[in-house]
């Protein structure tokens, strides 16, 4: 760690990581409501348990970018962090908000949540992903100005690199689309048409920009490659990314009554859309390949290397499966969705923040790496993390396919709950492997702790 301002970085990842947690618990309920559809309820809904998973993954990535801006700008920057206290102020703001707003949802009925904090005033709740009340949203847009003032004052008073404009575009974009969250017309066709603009144009457009600054950031480091070598790469993986991901929108727009050249126009850049997440495959194995030094943070680099591939495989190829509108026609809404949306969401997004956590924590704890022992032990974790959500994907993927045939091809269409009862068997497969997954992370976790002699000092 060379700048003693970096250190605030350490805060947001155990945070992230503690979510992430909470996240996994919170997606095993759900997937045994899926086959057991009283499990714990009255006391966990099956909508509020969704609402805590999803939105445990949204605060704990958005925890895991701060924590990576944080740690990744002032080394690009070459100079300390603008306001190291105003970081930690606003961590524990976000902290205090998220654990408010999951203690509500669990404890207080939605209507009556959603009267307390204002919806009367401003309706914004009611939405999937964007179920937080008005409180927290408002929230939430403080905390990210705050972050983007301090990163943004950092970069300005000190060097400028293709790493740091790339991840401020990124950051500056995800705070802009949040505010269409705060836009909910009355017109269904037409809320639809807006909330993409939070959901699509995060996750298939600016995310993608602090994905690849954060991954070329830590091949930086970690192969020692010319930084103008990686930083052209950089440039291609972003134009290719925008050029796609924003017109790829239209892919969302083909059953929601909106015109019909948007199923022209959404199946043509979608199908383009892998292209970007193949070129962020070859980018890190090309430059691990290239290396010049062989880094002592082996762990790093295979996570690195994995998120390219899980990122390719679960954005690009699993994007792609359903993705062009005349088979979307069949497939939209079905478990396919879920199959793309979890192996996307662990390739891309989880992934990267995990190659951060893990390239940084044993820097500001003093070290180059972990010792032998335990990156054996994170690597361990990352194969069963990793292999468990392949199978999740596989499981959801197949029970996707019979449901489509069962629902919507057969020549007598079962009713939606006959058609769930048939793929019960993927659904306890999907759990066990889910349950495999908390394993993993779990011993990812105690990687931490599990330090030897061997570590090597940081320089």
């Not at 199946?267 to 062989?294: D, H, K, Y």
Request: hydrophobic share 55%; no cysteine; net charge neutral.
């Amino acid at each position: 760690m060379k700048y003693q301002s970096q250190a605030v970085s350490k805060l947001y990842f155990i945070a992230a990581i503690g979510l992430f947690v909470a996240q996994i618990l919170f997606g095993l309920i759900m997937g045994l409501q899926y086959v057991i559809g009283d499990f714990l309820f009255p006391a966990i809904p099956f909508n509020v348990a969704r609402m805590v998973h999803t939105n445990a993954l949204i605060v704990w990535l958005l925890m895991g970018f701060m924590g990576a801006g944080y740690y990744l700008i002032p080394e690009e920057s070459e100079r300390e962090l603008h306001s190291p206290l105003l970081a930690k102020l606003l961590f524990w703001v976000f902290l205090v908000a998220a654990a408010l707003t999951v203690v509500g949802y669990l404890l207080v009925p939605y209507a009556t949540l959603a009267a307390m904090t204002g919806n009367d005033l401003l309706p914004t709740m009611g939405r999937e992903f964007l179920e937080q009340p008005l409180l927290t949203k408002v929230g939430i847009v403080i905390v990210a100005l705050g972050f983007l003032f301090n990163i943004t004052m950092t970069v300005l008073k000190g060097r400028k690199t293709a790493i740091s404009t790339v991840l401020l575009m990124g950051l500056w974009g995800l705070a802009i689309f949040f505010l269409f969250s705060f836009y909910n017309p009355h017109n269904v066709v037409r809320d639809k048409f807006y909330w993409w603009w939070v959901v699509h144009l995060w996750v298939e457009g600016v995310w993608e920009l602090i994905l690849g600054s954060i991954l070329a950031f830590v091949l930086i480091k970690v192969t020692g490659v010319d930084r103008e070598i990686i930083e052209k790469w950089l440039y291609v993986i972003i134009t290719l990314t925008l050029i796609t991901g924003i017109i790829g929108t239209g892919h969302h727009y083909f059953w929601i009554g909106t015109p019909e050249y948007w199923q022209w126009w959404g199946s043509l850049f979608s199908a383009l859309e892998p292209i970007p997440f193949f070129a962020m495959t070859v980018f890190a194995f090309n430059m691990v390949n290239r290396r010049r030094r062989e880094h002592p943070n082996r762990a790093a680099t295979l996570w690195a290397l994995g998120t390219g591939v899980m990122a390719f495989l679960g954005a690009g190829v699993w994007g792609f499966l359903h993705t062009l509108a005349p088979v979307n026609f069949y497939t939209h809404g079905t478990q396919i969705t879920a199959a793309h949306g979890h192996m996307a969401f662990y390739g891309a997004y989880v992934m990267v923040v995990i190659t951060m956590i893990s390239y940084a924590m044993p820097l500001m704890r003093g070290r180059a790496a972990n010792s032998n022992k335990a990156q054996v032990i994170e690597m361990w974790a990352f194969w069963l993390m990793t292999i468990s959500m392949v199978f999740i994907t596989l499981f959801l993927t197949a029970a996707g396919i019979l449901q489509v045939w069962l629902q919507r091809v057969s020549t007598s269409p079962l009713p939606f709950m006959a058609a769930q009862d048939q793929v019960t068997l993927f659904y306890w497969m999907r759990e066990w492997s889910g349950v495999a997954f908390l394993v993993g992370l779990l011993i990812y976790i105690y990687s931490f702790f599990a330090n030897g002699e061997d570590a090597p000092k940081a320089s």
